[in-house]
């Protein structure tokens, strides 16, 4: 990621070096369209791509598996060395699925509120209706609803983009009500959870990484005209080296307010960015539009995720809807690997080495092989489950 600041002789950033001069360069950038040629438009900066020309691309090319790697390439520059924020317009090309997905969201978060959960660390209480890890509790509420939603071979694609295989989905929903208050800008987790001061403590190299490690996310569940208040994001201030020292400082908020821009959003959009990009959730200006997004924080093989997700839980929970989806033929080979991929644990690590040694190889069976082979064998559930079982007794301590 480029620097903009020079670095201290002792490998760190301090907010006192910090100016909106610096930022400002940056963000004067133009995206370009021979930058992202498989980009439909730019809007405002931001590329656009249209997800149903995507899809009859992949199809009719030569090598689709080649075409693919080309179209994961350009977003990877999009989102390092580019605007840092793409939208992927018809995501989900069948918005039943969306609706479908919708009323489980709105099931959970009437269970949200009756258990007096859905703190928002970034809105009022009462502004936002949250519901953390909504990602285990749809798969464990409504498999075959998870199953149609998260087998969306695009949507692997994005994730895969940015952070090659074994990456691990977690999500949460956010439904901004009418009045919702604009959020301030800021960066996201892993750095971005941090106070200004505490950031300070994290060497330079730090600052270039903890972007690399996750991929930020919003599936539009219902159409997002401007007056409801999507999300604001400021182009290319990703490649501000010192922005995680900068949230909550006046004169950078200032700067966000006049130079950020919004892009409405049709349901079964899906917008993603670079997490160092400075981004705010918009003030919900409509008497009548709940803004429900499900916001996706999809991490690397080798970070940290935010949430305590229970794999093997939903695995097991999930694997009946995905073997009868494939052997019906209701669900494409790829979009039923993106659902495995969203739901089990796709990298061999941490594990017990005593008792699940690497036999034949660098590293042991992974929760997503065990769930690939299973699949592809017909295996019933039962005995997809004491495979699973087994393997999760092998690498406790």
Request: hydrophobic share 40%; glycine share 8%; aromatic share 8%.
């Amino acid at each position: 990621m480029p620097t903009t600041s020079p670095l201290l002789s002792t490998g760190h950033l301090q907010a006192s070096q910090c100016q909106v001069a610096d930022l400002d360069r940056l963000v004067q950038t133009r995206t370009r369209s021979e930058d992202c040629p498989q980009a439909a438009s730019i809007l405002s900066n931001v590329p656009l791509y249209d997800g149903a020309a995507l899809r009859k691309a992949h199809a009719a090319a030569a090598d689709p598996a080649q075409w693919r790697r080309a179209l994961m390439a350009e977003w990877a520059q999009v989102w390092s060395n580019g605007a840092g924020v793409l939208v992927v317009q018809g995501l989900y090309p069948d918005t039943a699925v969306v609706d479908a997905t919708t009323r489980e969201f709105q099931a959970l978060i009437e269970e949200s509120r009756k258990a007096g959960h859905g703190g928002d660390h970034f809105a009022k209480p009462g502004a936002n209706d949250r519901v953390w890890n909504a990602l285990e509790k749809l798969c464990l509420h409504a498999p075959d609803v998870f199953a149609a939603y998260y087998g969306n071979a695009l949507l692997a694609t994005v994730c895969e983009a940015w952070l090659g295989p074994a990456y691990q989905i977690t999500s949460q929903i956010n439904c901004v009500n009418p009045g919702g208050a604009a959020q301030t800008a800021h960066r996201d987790y892993h750095l971005g959870f941090f106070t200004p001061a505490g950031a300070e403590r994290f060497p330079t190299h730090v600052h270039q990484l903890s972007p690399l490690l996750t991929l930020q996310g919003a599936v539009a569940h219902v159409d997002m005209p401007l007056e409801s208040g999507p999300t604001l994001y400021l182009p290319h201030s990703h490649k501000y080296l010192p922005g995680y020292l900068v949230a909550g400082v006046p004169e950078f908020q200032s700067y966000f307010d006049a130079h950020h821009v919004q892009l409405p959003l049709q349901k079964g959009d899906g917008i993603f960015f670079n997490p160092a990009l400075l981004h705010a959730a918009g003030h919900n200006r409509s008497t009548d539009i709940r803004r429900m997004a499900n916001l996706l924080q999809v991490s690397s093989a080798f970070g940290r995720a935010m949430e305590t997700v229970d794999r093997v839980r939903m695995a097991q929970a999930l694997y009946p809807s995905l073997l009868q989806a494939q052997t019906s033929g209701a669900m494409q080979a790829d979009d039923v690997a993106a659902a495995v991929a969203a739901s089990a644990e796709g990298y061999a690590f941490p594990t017990n080495l005593d008792r699940d040694p690497p036999i034949g190889g660098l590293a042991p069976l992974s929760q997503q092989d065990l769930m690939r082979a299973a699949l592809a064998q017909g295996a019933t559930p039962a005995q997809f489950n004491a495979t699973l079982q087994a393997q999760a007794q092998t690498r406790l301590s």
